[in-house]
């Protein structure tokens, strides 16, 4: 939902996970962006109680797959 089906980022200071600032982030800073995921940030909750480490991997290489 706060991300949009596209990854573009629906609500207001949801990061738009197709940018070229979020990609370039996102390969060079991987486990910045793994802790991200595992402890939140922001609005953004934690995944860490949902998902297991390799899910959360699983989840940040889809989203490298978003680049334009």
Excluded: K, N, Y
Aim: proline share 7%; aromatic share 8%.
């Amino acid at each position: 939902v706060c991300h949009g089906t596209d990854g573009s980022g629906t609500i207001p200071g949801a990061p738009d996970f197709t940018s070229q600032a979020f990609q370039s982030a996102l390969r060079q800073e991987p486990g910045q962006a793994l802790c991200t995921t595992a402890f939140g940030r922001g609005g953004m909750p934690g995944w860490r109680e949902t998902l297991a480490q390799e899910q959360m991997w699983q989840a940040l290489t889809f989203l490298a797959s978003l680049a334009p």
